[in-house]
């Protein structure tokens, strides 16, 4: 549980490096927002604080390394894909590749959330068969 919270800390400050990162990078944007640039952090607060600090304060099962390593990857491609959008804003052009950001994060979430869901259900089923061996 504390490598959960852990890892709940190391997102909370990439969160607050996004915050920072947006600030400065608009300040010398020439008064050219993108809510893109502003919103980035957005992902690693929702998608990393809230979950890990609710698995570490909470008696959730821990998800295995892959697992894990999937839902970080999902996590870092949506951010980038944020910044990247948001500087593109920024610079007044466009670029159609931002797309694979969107899809490849979305994607690895979504193995990540399907295999912890296989996860949780082999511990049920093993945890049951254990309890019926002790009858």
């Given at each position: 549980m504390q490598e959960m919270a852990r890892t709940g800390f190391v997102y909370l400050f990439i969160s607050l490096f996004c915050v920072l990162f947006g600030a400065v990078y608009e300040i010398f944007s020439h008064e050219v927002y993108s809510y893109f640039m502003l919103y980035a952090f957005v992902f690693p607060l929702v998608g990393g604080v809230l979950p890990f600090f609710g698995m570490a304060f909470s008696s959730m099962p821990v998800p295995n390394r892959?697992?894990?390593?999937?839902?970080?990857?999902?996590?870092?491609?949506?951010?980038?894909?944020?910044?990247?959008?948001?500087?593109?804003?920024?610079?007044?052009?466009t670029n159609r590749l931002v797309l694979v950001y969107w899809i490849l994060g979305i994607l690895f979430i979504l193995m990540a959330i399907f295999i912890y869901c296989l996860f949780l259900g082999k511990t049920k089923c093993s945890k049951m068969e254990n309890d019926n061996l002790d009858l």
């Open positions: 892959a697992t894990r390593n999937l839902y970080h990857s999902g996590i870092t491609a949506l951010t980038t894909g944020f910044l990247f959008e948001g500087a593109l804003e920024i610079y007044g052009t």
